[in-house]
């Protein structure tokens, strides 16, 4: 009697795993045992491999971060030497890289290039909390650009305060013209 109950609970066990198992019962057959006898209609198990490639991901609607650019610009720049200087207002109006005449720009032509070579650089992506930055003051300069480039607006802030935003200010120094010393 002992001896059937071990048995019964022995099958009620394995009737269980099998009902637990990938496929609905009991075991998933290997990918080669399957590619021979499932029909063309078949749905392959999750754990089948199959030699279709995934999807590729939809493309993105991010700007790129760098390359050129079409070169067209129309921008007010506002650059602060410091706290006691008077604020610096340049207007840069750009066509294919070539500056207008409605540009007031210290150095419109370099401008102009800088932003057909890389119009992200007044679009720094966000930065990362945990990203570190040195720890260094490069001075008081400010500077605001708002307007449009290459058809995507535009709505910087640039400060000196530390190396990351150092570096921001560098990649897009000739766009922001030479001021208050830095250039």
Request: proline share 12%; aromatic share 2%.
């Amino acid at each position: 009697m002992r001896k059937a109950w071990i048995h019964a609970l022995v099958l009620v066990s394995v009737a269980g795993l099998a009902a637990c198992s990938p496929g609905g019962g009991g075991p998933t057959p290997s990918p080669s045992a399957t590619s021979s006898t499932a029909s063309p209609s078949a749905t392959p198990s999750p754990d089948t491999e199959t030699t279709v490639p995934a999807p590729s991901p939809p493309p993105s609607s991010a700007p790129a971060t760098s390359g050129p650019g079409m070169g067209d610009a129309e921008l007010a720049i506002m650059v602060k030497p410091s706290e006691s200087e008077a604020a610096l207002n340049y207007t840069l109006v750009c066509r294919d890289g070539v500056p207008t005449a409605e540009s007031s720009h210290p150095s419109a032509a370099a401008a102009c290039t800088a932003l057909k070579d890389n119009p992200a650089a007044l679009s720094p992506a966000p930065r990362s909390t945990d990203q570190a930055c040195t720890q260094q003051y490069g001075g008081p300069q400010e500077a605001t650009v708002t307007g449009i480039v290459d058809g995507s607006p535009v709505d910087s802030s640039f400060a000196r305060r530390d190396g990351c935003e150092i570096g921001l200010w560098n990649a897009a120094k000739d766009i922001l013209g030479s001021a208050g010393g830095v250039s």
